[in-house]
């Protein structure tokens, strides 16, 4: 079926993906593979309040992605499962991750999953910054250039069981003002059980000019991504039960491809940046009944441009960053399913101000901001010209924040504020009919204690939703989104970190978070699939000699089934404790490794989408070998 959205990248991405391997896979998400955009500058502060993890952690931890690399450091981040992927906790009102920034630009259709900057060379994250709480993070990577004049670069592979191979390639080139890179990668996996293949594959390349008063630079990424959909476990017992040797046929297929331009230039105390990018997506999704095959297709297009003004100012004791901006978008969507084809036009148009003070006197620091954004929206059945749907949603944000150091080594800081989030996805059961814009009311006080032989950091949290958006699998075919009663979630966070002589460290995390309903009638009913409590240790070993180890526990409180808001559901998904371990050996540009998740084969399920029935088993153990080198 062709594609109703207009395909102006096509010629590019074609090309791109002729350099990838062919034609591997994924889930319901689509990566955004950027390697370079417009940097905040190496002067930026990362937010306050934010826990920062340095690439350095994020290349040790010897994951081939960089949200392979969180989850195994403790950062609850969420994993589908109907596109035969396995992993944890996911669908619903379990979101843990809202947003996804790269060097401070928003990616454009944001999709909360690990398939979203699959093909971002770990080698090139400088830092990666994690702010807020209450089961919502907003998670914003931080490139850094190619700093070297030769081309430098790296290869690996991994095998591992139940057919899982992955294969990445990286290499980039600097010159006096000039820098290319590029990267490709390519996974499949056959997974633990029948009727659950997966495959991904993906390119990107980018080139970057950058001179005393300014820069400039273009990239360009592709993927294309396929899997089977397993069904719920007991009924792919059934299924297989009666027809042993019939394959499942539900099948899913994603194409993306974005490009982007940046260009800044400095001019006194004033720089002027623009962002520039172009997304086009497309999702084929065949399901096999007794009553026939249906078969849908949704493709989406956005364009958005974002100008900002910065102004840097210095006095006596203090610093002032004022940065205006302005966020101007389109996006399309269309699809065609058995009910029938829907047509989605949507722009936005969004005023950003934020300012922010920075005093000498114990690195204080407070910040406010604001924006304010416009959406008009025409939906329309094709087959019905005459049907149209019109709406304007308008929305405000706005935040002030401060922190201060009482102490050399310690930082104190408070956050609140108010956000927002419309449906942009195009998954809205609601037909023609957009559903309501989500605000949610933030609040954050928190200290870090940070010495050379440790730190600890401690958070508390609330956040107050209206009209919360969610994807419920439990929904039609293939899901949908859809609004929640008013909820609240509150907690505390724990960090903490020591150094253990000169070859050990040990590093943990702990979460208590109630999600609930906070209106009638479901008032003080705990939210499904997010459990109270979560903890993670890692103990790593750095020798000097070329040696590094490190074994990590994860432990998950137990939680109610997907879709029991009424608590009617007696069972709950019992509490469990998995294992990971890591060896590896550097011998001059080589690193060998040997490596295992759920090292203990816990059997556990992370998903279940009714009372005891829709039941997804998270993955078996893995034992990989991986192999790379460096140039």
């Known amino acids: 079926m ?14 791109a993906l002729c350099l990838s391997a062919p034609a591997l896979g994924a889930d319901m998400a689509l990566p955004s593979i950027v390697v370079s955009g417009a940097r905040p500058g190496e002067d930026a502060a990362a937010p306050i309040g934010a826990v920062v993890i340095s690439g350095e952690a994020i290349r040790r931890s010897g994951a081939g992605g960089l949200m392979a690399a969180l989850r195994k450091l403790g950062v609850a981040v969420p994993r589908r499962h109907r596109a035969g992927k396995p992993g944890p906790r996911a669908g619903g009102a379990a979101s843990l991750h809202e947003a996804t920034l790269l060097d401070g630009a928003s990616l454009a259709e944001q999709d909360p999953d690990d398939a979203l900057l699959a093909t971002l060379p770990l080698e090139r994250i400088e830092r990666v910054e994690i702010s807020g709480g209450a089961g919502a993070a907003v998670i914003n990577v931080v490139t850094r250039p190619p700093s070297a004049t030769a081309a430098h670069g790296g290869v690996s592979a991994e095998a591992g069981q139940y057919g899982r191979r992955e294969g990445r390639a990286a290499i980039a080139q600097a010159w006096d003002g000039f820098a290319l890179d590029a990267a490709a990668n390519g996974e499949r996996s056959d997974n633990v059980r029948a009727d659950s293949r997966f495959r991904r594959s993906g390119f990107s390349a980018a080139a970057d000019w950058s001179g005393k008063d300014g820069g400039a ?6 993927a294309r991504q396929s899997a089977r959909f397993q069904a719920p476990w007991h009924a792919w017992l059934d299924r297989r039960a009666a027809r042993p040797d019939v394959e499942e046929e539900d099948l899913g297929a994603l194409d993306s491809c974005r490009v982007g331009a940046f260009a800044d230039r400095r001019i006194g105390n004033l720089k002027l940046s623009l962002d520039l990018t172009r997304r086009e997506k497309t999702i084929t999704t065949t399901y096999v009944r007794d009553y026939g095959r249906s078969v849908a297709t949704y493709a989406s297009g956005q364009t958005q441009l974002a100008p900002r003004l910065r102004h840097r ?36 148009r969004a005023l950003y101000l ?10 204080a620091r407070i910040a406010v901001g604001a924006r304010r954004e416009l959406f008009r929206r025409e939906a329309h059945n094709p087959d019905y010209p005459d049907t149209v749907e019109r709406s304007v949603q308008g929305h405000n944000a706005w935040d002030v924040e401060a922190s201060i150091k009482p102490l050399p080594a310690l930082t104190l800081h408070a956050k609140a504020g108010q956000s927002y989030r419309v449906d942009d996805k195009g998954y809205t059961s609601a037909s023609l009919t957009p559903l309501a814009g989500e605000v949610a009311h933030d609040l954050e006080l928190g200290a870090a204690l940070e010495r050379e032989a440790g730190s600890v950091g401690l958070r508390l949290f609330r956040r107050r939703l ?19 009663d008013p909820t609240q979630r509150h907690g505390v966070e724990l960090d903490a970190s020591a150094r253990l002589g000169a070859e050990w460290q040990l590093s943990g995390r702990a979460q208590y978070l109630r999600a609930r309903f906070s209106s009638a009638p479901r008032d003080d009913i705990d939210i499904a699939l997010l459990p109270r409590h979560s903890v993670s240790a890692r103990l790593s070993w750095l020798a000097s000699a070329g040696h590094s ?4 526990v994860q432990w998950s409180q137990l939680q109610r089934y997907g879709a029991d808001a009424g ?3 007696p069972a709950v998904l019992p509490s469990f404790t998995t294992f990971d371990a890591r060896y590896a050996r550097t011998l001059g540009p080589w690193e060998l490794a040997l490596g295992a998740s759920n090292l203990a084969d816990r059997r556990h399920s992370g998903l279940a989408l009714s009372c005891q029935l829709a039941l997804y088993q998270d993955e078996r153990r893995q034992i990989t070998l991986t192999a790379r080198y460096s140039f």
């Open 217 to 222: 630079g273009v990239n360009v990424e592709s």
């Open 567 to 569: 608590r009617r559901c």
């Open 354 to 363: 934020r300012d922010e003070l920075k005093f000498d006197a114990h690195a």
């Open 466 to 484: 209206n009209n919360e958006i969610v994807f419920d699998q439990s929904l039609g075919q293939m899901g949908a989104n859809r609004n929640l």
């Open 2 to 15: 062709t594609s109703p959205v207009p395909r102006r990248l096509a010629p590019v991405c074609v090309l």
């Open 313 to 348: 100012a210095k006095g006596a004791g203090l610093a002032n960053e004022l940065v205006l901006g302005v966020d101007l978008a389109r996006w399309r969507h269309a699809s065609a399913t058995d009910g029938g084809r829907v047509d989605t036009l949507q722009r936005s």
């Open 549 to 552: 180890a490190d074994i990590g």
